[in-house]
């Protein structure tokens, strides 16, 4: 015998509020109308659901058995109800995303772009500083920084680490040699990030730590600037390993010495309350 599930909605209303009176009101109906329908389920299957006791409602034994059943039903029935709108509003939301370095967003922004293709996505870039700084100000809903400074608005989730390199041109002194050593960043011109860059900071820690100040500094306001300027010349570059352009022109030298690798993070506001967006990113991250 097939199942009506409005008249099973109306006994669980009833049930639920022990009253034919307060079961039409959140129900949105009559009272008459949700009695004939409880009248209806009892009828059909030939049971005895509920009865009435002064100005309220019971359960009668049966009633409680599928009281039980309808409160796991309804309850599945809301959390896909939850899915769906959650879904509903992602498909129309955006994305505000920063990160330090482009080729560390890839991997997240392609399977969250895969799951939810209606997102419009826009995405910021700069050092680690200044993504950790939109973040707080709420202008990114997430961010893929370096900087494992905590702050009490911030959590965080660990995405790996990488190791810091340096290259050269093809035709520097140091291009046929497999590995570099910190003493050559003294010898040679150094190119560097601004200040607020991780990298930089990480290079200038582990020189300091080896005693080692360099003579020339080239400082530069992106990866792309550093790149360009070891093509042209002028010194030795130092970059995230994930981070170098495989070009011809370049020689990757990995590091002798032993220098702490860089801990890349996905940070957001703890508070955040584009939840439904970051939810979607957190999922993509595991």
Do not use: W
């Amino acid at each position: 015998m097939p199942m009506n599930l409005t008249h099973l909605r109306a006994f669980h209303y009833v049930a639920t509020h022990a009253s034919y009176v307060a079961a039409a009101a959140a129900a949105g109906v009559s009272q008459p109308t949700l009695s004939e329908q409880v009248r209806l389920l009892e009828r059909q299957h030939e049971v005895r659901l509920l009865q009435r006791a002064g100005r309220s409602v019971e359960l009668t034994a049966l009633g409680r058995k599928l009281f039980e059943v309808t409160s796991k039903l309804f309850a599945a029935e809301m959390e896909a109800e939850a899915v769906l709108a959650k879904a509903r509003h992602i498909m129309q939301g955006e994305l505000r995303f920063g990160t330090d370095a482009p080729i560390n967003a890839v991997g997240v922004l392609s399977t969250f772009r895969k799951r939810n293709p209606g997102v419009s996505i826009q995405l910021v870039s700069g050092n680690s500083a200044e993504i950790r700084k939109r973040v707080l100000a709420g202008t990114v809903d997430v961010g893929i920084i370096a900087d494992e400074t905590s702050h009490p608005d911030l959590s965080a989730r660990r995405l790996g680490t990488q190791d810091l390199v340096a290259f050269v041109r093809h035709d520097h002194p140091l291009a046929g040699a497999k590995v570099i050593r910190l003493h050559d960043l003294v010898t040679h011109p150094l190119v560097i990030r601004e200040v607020g860059s991780v990298t930089r900071r990480s290079i200038e820690t582990a020189l300091a730590a080896a005693q080692l100040q360099p003579t020339e500094v080239l400082e530069t306001d992106s990866r792309e600037a550093v790149h360009a300027a070891v093509i042209a010349g002028l010194g030795i570059g130092v970059i995230a390993e994930d981070e170098f352009n495989d070009d011809p022109r370049l020689v990757l030298l990995d590091f002798a010495d032993a220098i702490a690798p860089i801990t890349e993070l996905l940070v957001y506001r703890t508070d955040n309350q584009r939840g439904h967006v970051l939810g979607a990113v957190l999922e993509c991250v595991g």
